[in-house]
């Protein structure tokens, strides 16, 4: 059983770039969501995804968008970078939306944003 | 809205001492209640969760935590520490009734001593 996967490991942009991040779901998992994790702190959900439509956003600005593949793969998107998009960007992958399910973690996309 | 406060972003024990990690929550509603780690460089592992039954739940690794709904707390036990503990330790919590994404803590840094 393939856990969930993203690519790349690191980035560097600079800030006004645009940046896409890839994450591979764990095998049978519909559900995937993003998180943000700035130096120092705990993540921060952007969003979620489920059967490849959003399905609840966290306190980012549109700038922050995603998409959903039919084999639930999923890609963040983050337009306009800013100093402050320099984080740890997690991945999580779940079978359905239930509150309860375990929420499998990729190892994340460290970005630096110059 | 969900809230998760961490008391004490650094911990340091002795190899062998018991371990204690806090976490209180503020919640609308009886919350889901989660127990991650994360070791350098890697995504988030579930330690352990609490939905509904048993409030006192045991998890991976020796790890335990006790729902404590007068206390608003879900803290994190383990009698004998490790080296190998050493990590970082993330409390988060979800709303069963409406958005399933994690509400994470700042997170503890547990330190094992020789």
């Known amino acids: 059983e393939t856990g969930v996967t993203q690519s790349p490991t690191h980035l560097i942009k600079t800030r006004g770039q645009q940046v896409t991040l890839r994450c591979s779901s764990q095998s049978g998992h519909n559900t995937v969501s993003w998180y943000q994790q700035a130096l120092g702190q705990g993540p921060q959900f952007i969003f979620q995804?489920?059967?490849?439509?959003?399905?609840g956003r966290g306190n980012f600005p549109p700038r922050f968008s995603g998409l959903q593949f039919p084999n639930y793969s999923s890609e963040l998107n983050v337009n306009a970078l800013e100093l402050d998009d320099s984080a740890l960007y997690l991945c999580a992958s779940s079978l359905g939306v239930s509150g309860g399910n375990e929420q499998f973690f990729g190892p994340g996309t460290r970005l630096t944003v110059l | 809205a969900q809230s998760v406060t961490q008391l004490g972003s650094h911990v340091s024990v002795s190899e062998g001492a018991l371990v204690l990690l806090r976490c209180n929550y503020s919640s609308s509603v009886p919350p889901y209640l989660f127990w991650y780690v994360q070791y350098p460089n890697q995504g988030l592992q579930l330690l352990l969760k609490y939905t509904t039954g048993a409030t006192l739940v045991k998890g991976i690794n020796g790890f335990e935590a006790e729902f404590k709904k007068s206390e608003t707390s879900f803290h994190l036990t383990k009698p004998s520490a490790h080296m190998s503990d050493a990590a970082e330790y993330f409390c988060?919590?979800?709303?069963?009734?409406?958005?399933?994404?994690?509400?994470f803590g700042s997170g503890t840094r547990l330190q094992v001593q020789p």
């Open positions: 995804y489920y059967r490849e439509e959003e399905n």
């Open positions: 988060a919590v979800s709303d069963p009734m409406g958005r399933r994404a994690l509400t």
